[in-house]
C-alpha cells in the first residue's frame, strides 16, 4: 500500500480532476453557507448573540478546544509508541491544517504525515499502520456514538417527531456500516471481496476519463486489515480509551459553545445536543469537503432546531464550534509546522532532513 500511494505522490495525481473536485467542494460550502443556513436564521440575527459572548466564556471555550485536541493527540501516541506528546500535537495540528484549506488536502496531509515521521526515526510501516489503525479506530467510535445518542432521546422521552425518524435513519446507516467493517475485520475473503468491488467501481468511474483500471484498492484493504488485527492485539485498550476520550472532548467544546450561545437545557436537553454533535460528526467524516465544512453544519444545525433550540441560537452556537475546532486550527497549523521545520532536536540519524518543498513532496 505505501508503494502505491508513493506512485500516486510521484505523479501527482491527476490536477485537474482535484481542481474540479475542489472546486464543488467550495461552491457546496458556499451554497450551504449563503443559501441554507441563512433559512434557519439570518446572520443579521446570529451577529448579536456571537457579540454577547463573555470573556469568561470564551477562555472557557479555548481550554476546552485544547483540552478537545490534547486528547486527540495521545490517540497517535497510543497508535505508534514512541511519539511523544509534543511531536503528536505538531503532527496532528500540521496536517489537520494542511486538509483544511489545500485543494486534495488529504492527500498533502497524508505525505506529510510520512515526512515528518520519517525525520523523526519511524519506519514507513510504521506511519502506514498509524494512518490506517487510528483512523478505524475514530471511525468506530463515530460510528458508535449515534447509537448511544438515539438511545438516550428514547430514554430521557425526547417529544420531536421529526428528531427520532431522522435519528434512527441514522442509526440504520451506522449499523450498516458496522457490519461492514466487522465483516472486513473478520474474514480476509471478505475484505478482499469488498477491495476487489471497490476497484471496479473506481475503474469504472475514471473510464470516461481514459484512466485506470485500478487494481490497488484490493491489496490495500487487505493490507490495513491485517495491520489492524496486529496493532489492536496489542494496543487496543488505550487505543478505544483515548479514542473515545477525544469524540467526548470535543462534544464538551460543541456544548459548551451551544449553551453559552443561549441554548439553555430547557430549550434542548443533553441528549438532543449529544445527538446533534454524534450525527454532525458523522456526516462530517465523509469526505466532500474539507473537514465536513457545511455538510456536517447542516447537520449540526438541523438537529438542534428539531430538538427544540431556538435557530439564530443554533446557528450562532454552530458557528462559534466552527471557529474553534476548523478556522482556529488552521494557523496553529501553520506555527507547528515551522516547529517542526526548526526542532533540529527531534531528528533521528536515520530520517530526512525537512525539504524546503514539503508542501510539494
Known amino acids: 500500500m505505501t508503494e502505491a500511494a508513493g506512485k500516486i505522490g510521484a505523479k501527482g495525481g491527476f490536477p485537474w480532476r482535484q481542481a474540479v473536485r475542489g472546486f464543488i467542494s467550495v461552491g457546496l460550502v458556499a451554497a450551504i453557507f449563503v443559501f441554507a443556513i441563512p433559512k434557519f436564521a439570518s446572520y443579521s440575527q446570529v451577529w448579536p448573540i456571537l457579540k454577547g459572548l463573555s470573556a469568561a466564556q470564551i477562555v472557557w471555550l479555548v481550554l476546552a478546544q485544547f483540552l478537545s485536541r490534547a486528547a486527540y ?80 432521546l428514547l430514554a430521557t422521552g425526547v417529544k420531536s417527531h421529526r428528531l427520532v425518524v431522522a435519528a434512527a435513519a441514522g442509526l440504520a446507516i451506522c449499523l450498516v456500516a458496522g457490519v461492514v467493517i ?4 473478520w474474514k480476509e475473503q471478505v475484505a478482499s471481496a469488498l477491495g476487489g468491488i471497490a476497484d471496479r467501481v473506481a475503474t469504472w468511474f475514471l473510464r470516461p476519463f481514459r484512466k485506470g483500471p485500478v487494481t490497488s484498492l484490493e491489496p490495500a484493504v487487505v493490507d490495513i486489515r491485517r495491520q489492524t488485527i496486529d496493532v489492536a492485539r496489542t494496543r487496543w485498550f488505550w487505543l478505544t480509551c483515548t479514542s473515545i476520550s477525544s469524540q467526548l472532548a470535543a462534544f464538551l467544546v460543541f456544548l459548551l459553545s451551544m449553551r453559552f450561545a443561549g441554548i439553555p437545557a430547557s430549550k434542548a436537553s443533553l441528549a438532543v445536543v449529544f445527538a446533534a454533535f454524534t450525527f454532525g460528526m458523522l456526516a462530517g467524516s465523509v469526505p466532500v469537503t474539507p473537514g465536513g465544512l457545511g455538510t456536517a453544519d447542516a447537520v449540526y444545525i438541523a438537529v438542534m432546531v428539531a430538538g427544540g433550540a431556538p435557530s439564530s441560537a443554533a446557528v450562532a452556537g454552530d458557528l462559534v464550534f466552527r471557529t474553534l475546532t476548523y478556522l482556529l486550527p488552521i494557523p496553529v497549523g501553520a506555527i507547528t509546522y515551522v516547529i517542526w521545520r526548526r526542532k533540529k532536536s527531534w531528528l533521528k540519524p536515520g530520517g530526512p532532513e525537512p525539504r524546503s518543498s514539503a508542501l510539494g513532496g
Open 73 to 152: 493527540w495521545s490517540v497517535y501516541m497510543a497508535a505508534l509508541p514512541g511519539l511523544g506528546f509534543w511531536p503528536s500535537a505538531v503532527l496532528i495540528q500540521t496536517n489537520s491544517a494542511m486538509a483544511s484549506v489545500l485543494p486534495a488536502g488529504g492527500a498533502f496531509a497524508v505525505g506529510i504525515t510520512y515526512e515528518m515521521l520519517g525525520s523523526w526515526g519511524f519506519s514507513s510501516v510504521s506511519v502506514t499502520e498509524l494512518i490506517g489503525v487510528s483512523g478505524i479506530w475514530n471511525f468506530g467510535v463515530k460510528l458508535t456514538m449515534p447509537t448511544v445518542s438515539v438511545l438516550l
Open 182 to 185: 466487522g465483516l472486513v475485520l
